[in-house]
């Protein structure tokens, strides 16, 4: 287990927070998806409306994963704190212990 000091816990906190709002925000605009046949009849129109949503649902779904992207390398930076920078070396062949 890693013993975390405020710095490091701070990191995980915020990290956690952060992929929880962008998960949130991801599936909150994939359940709003809507199939074509649940809209108006009018070709011309349909056609302009689709492309709109389907650019709004993907700006937000990008939007939710730069939170997810930035709450991961939080939790990655805390666990670097934590660790101090210290790697696990097993000894090399040969050497002894």
Same mark, same amino acid.
């Given at each position: ?43 011309? !129109? ?10 709004? !649902? ?40």
């Amino acid at each position: 287990m890693i013993r975390a000091g405020s710095l490091s816990a701070s990191f995980m906190v915020t990290g956690i927070l952060l992929v929880l709002v962008g998960l949130t925000l991801c599936i909150r605009t994939i359940m709003r998806l809507r199939w074509v046949s649940q809209l108006r009849d009018v070709l011309v !129109e349909t056609a302009r409306g689709v492309i709109h949503r389907r650019n709004r !649902e993907q700006r937000a779904l990008s939007f939710g994963a730069v939170f997810v992207v930035a709450g991961l390398a939080c939790y990655l930076g805390a666990v670097v704190i934590a660790r101090g920078g210290r790697t696990s070396r097993s000894p090399s062949v040969g050497s002894c212990a």
